[in-house]
C-alpha cells in the first residue's frame, strides 16, 4: 500500500506564503507525475501544479508566478511553495501521486488525505 502524507496548511493573511509538503511511503515499484489539486465545498477538484520525475512542472493559470512546486526523488517527496496567497486560494489541498505498483501492471493513481488552507484577513 502507498500512502501520501501531507503537511504544511494552516491559515495566514492575503500576501502572505505557505509551504506545503507531500511525501510517499509504503511498498511500490516507483512514482511518476506527482501534484497537487484543490477543492472547497460544493466545487470540483481542480487541478493546480505537477511535476514529472524530470522536474518538468506545469501550473494552473491562477497560480502561475506564485506557485512553484519542486520534487525530490529520492525522497519521493514534493513541495509546494504559495506565496503571495489569495482569499480565493482557500481550499483543502490534495496531493496526488501516479504509482507504478512492484508487481507490475498499470501506473494508478493515489491520493492524500488533504490539508487546509485558508487566506483571510
Known amino acids: 500500500q502507498v500512502q501520501l502524507v501531507e503537511s504544511g496548511g494552516g491559515s495566514v493573511q492575503p500576501g502572505e506564503s505557505l509551504r506545503l509538503s507531500c511525501a510517499a511511503s509504503g511498498r511500490f515499484g516507483s512514482i511518476a507525475t506527482m501534484g497537487w489539486y484543490r477543492q472547497g465545498p460544493g466545487k470540483q477538484r481542480e487541478f493546480v501544479a505537477a511535476?514529472?520525475?524530470?522536474?518538468?512542472?506545469n501550473y494552473a493559470d491562477s497560480v502561475k508566478g506564485r506557485f512553484t512546486l519542486s520534487r525530490d526523488n529520492v525522497k519521493n517527496t514534493i513541495n509546494l511553495q504559495m506565496n503571495s496567497l489569495k482569499p480565493e486560494d482557500t481550499d483543502v489541498y490534495y496531493c496526488?501521486?501516479?504509482?507504478?505498483?512492484?508487481?507490475?501492471?498499470?501506473?494508478?493513481?493515489?491520493w492524500g488525505q488533504g490539508t487546509q488552507v485558508t487566506v483571510s484577513t
Open positions: 496526488n501521486a501516479d504509482v507504478w505498483p512492484t508487481e507490475g501492471g498499470n501506473y494508478y493513481p493515489v
Open positions: 511535476i514529472t520525475t524530470g522536474s518538468t512542472t
